[in-house]
C-alpha cells in the first residue's frame, strides 16, 4: 500500500474572531517532507493547531483531507486514529498517566479489538526505541511529560512518533531549545521515520533543523499564506539572507509581516 495524501485546500482560520490563516493550500503525500518556514506570528502553529481540531481555532473556509476522508468533519480523537499525528511546540503535562500507558494506549486505539499489541512487543519496541534516542529507561514510568526538561520533552515526541507511527506527522518546532547533541537525537529518530509510508511536516523557524533533515519542499509562510514553495535551497537561502527578498519579491509591506505572538 502507498502512503497517505493530506490535501489542505484554502485554509482560513480564526481565532477568537479573528482571521489567522488566509488561504493556505498544502499537499503532503507519503514519503515525502516538507518543512514551513516563516517569521514569528505568521501562523504557522495555527495551521497545525487547526489540521489538529483544536477547538480554538475556526475553520471558517477551505478543506483538509486526508485520502479524500474530511479531517475538519472528525474528533480530535478520530485524527489521530485516521493516521494524524501532532507534536506541539508546547507539549502538555498529563499528571497521573506515565509516558509506558500513554504509549500503549495510543497505539492501541489505532487497532481493532483483539489486534492489540502484546505487552511483550510493546516493551521491545519501547526500550529499542529509547535507547535510539538516548532516553533514561526511567522516563517509561514517569507521567507524561511532567517534569520533563525541554529538550526531554521534544524526544518524547519524537518517541511517540516512533512508536504509533502515523502515516502523517506534523512537528512544530521540534527542534526549539534543543542542544546540538539532543538535535542530532531527535533528527536520527525522524530520518528513521522515512518510508514509503509516512509524510511528514515540519515546522521550524531556522534551517538548522534542515542540515540534519534534507526536506523534499520547503514553503514559506507569511501573513497566513504560504507565499513561496521551493527544494531545500529555499531553507538556506533563507537563512543567509533572512525573508526580505521574498518581502519584496511579493511587494509585502514590512509592517504587516507577522504578528508577534
Ligand atoms: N490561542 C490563541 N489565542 C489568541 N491568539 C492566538 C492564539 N494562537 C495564536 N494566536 C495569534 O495568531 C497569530 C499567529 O500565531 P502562531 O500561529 O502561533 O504563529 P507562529 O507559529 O507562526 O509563530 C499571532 O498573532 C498569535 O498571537
Ligand atoms: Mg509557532
Known amino acids: 500500500m502507498a502512503g497517505s495524501t493530506l490535501i489542505i485546500k484554502d485554509l482560513h482560520v480564526e481565532i477568537d474572531g479573528k482571521e489567522i490563516l488566509k488561504?493556505?493550500?498544502?499537499?503532503?503525500?507519503?514519503?515525502?517532507?516538507?518543512?514551513i518556514m516563516g517569521p514569528n506570528g505568521t501562523g504557522k502553529s495555527?495551521?497545525?493547531s487547526a489540521i489538529m481540531g483544536h477547538p480554538k481555532y475556526e475553520v471558517t473556509k477551505?478543506?483538509?483531507?486526508?485520502?479524500?476522508?474530511?479531517?475538519?468533519?472528525?474528533?480530535?480523537?478520530?485524527?489521530?486514529?485516521?493516521?494524524?499525528?501532532?507534536?506541539?511546540?508546547y507539549p502538555s503535562e498529563i499528571?497521573?498517566?506515565t509516558n509506558a500507558d500513554f504509549l500503549r494506549s495510543s497505539i492501541n486505539a489505532r487497532r481493532e479489538e483483539g489486534e492489540e499489541i502484546s505487552l511483550m512487543k510493546f516493551i521491545?519496541?519501547?526500550?529499542?526505541?529509547?535507547?535510539?534516542?538516548?532516553?533514561?529507561?526511567?522516563?517509561?514510568?514517569r507521567y507524561l511529560n511532567e517534569g520533563f526538561s525541554g529538550g526531554e520533552k521534544k524526544r518524547n515526541e519524537i518517541l511517540q512518533l516512533m512508536m504509533i507511527e502515523p502515516k502523517i506527522a506534523i512537528l512544530d518546532e521540534i527542534d526549539s531549545g534543543l542542544d546540538i547533541d539532543a538535535l542530532k537525537v531527535v533528527a536520527k529518530g525522524i530520518n528513521k521515520m522515512r518510508n514509503e509510508e509516512f509524510g511528514c511536516l515540519m515546522i521550524t523557524h531556522y534551517q538548522r533543523?534542515?542540515?540534519?533533515?534534507?526536506?523534499?519542499?520547503?514553503?514559506?509562510?507569511?501573513q497566513g499564506r504560504?507565499?513561496?514553495?521551493g527544494g531545500?535551497?529555499?531553507?538556506?537561502?533563507?537563512?543567509?539572507?533572512?525573508?526580505?527578498?521574498?518581502?519584496?519579491e511579493l511587494g509585502i509591506d514590512d509592517e504587516t509581516v507577522g504578528q508577534e505572538a
Open 226 to 229: 504560504v507565499v513561496k514553495s
Open 62 to 89: 477551505g478543506s483538509i483531507t486526508l485520502d479524500g476522508e474530511d479531517v475538519l468533519e472528525m474528533e480530535v480523537d478520530e485524527r489521530g486514529r485516521a493516521g494524524l499525528f501532532l507534536a506541539m511546540q
Open 124 to 141: 521491545r519496541k519501547m526500550d529499542a526505541n529509547m535507547e535510539e534516542l538516548d532516553m533514561d529507561p526511567d522516563m517509561a514510568q
Open 23 to 35: 488561504g493556505v493550500n498544502l499537499e503532503i503525500n507519503g514519503g515525502e517532507f516538507h518543512a
Open 232 to 248: 531545500p535551497e529555499l531553507a538556506q537561502r533563507l537563512e543567509a539572507e533572512g525573508y526580505d527578498w521574498i518581502k519584496q
Open 95 to 97: 499528571s497521573g498517566v
Open 46 to 48: 495555527t495551521l497545525s
Open 209 to 222: 533543523l534542515l542540515n540534519y533533515i534534507t526536506p523534499d519542499k520547503v514553503h514559506v509562510m507569511m
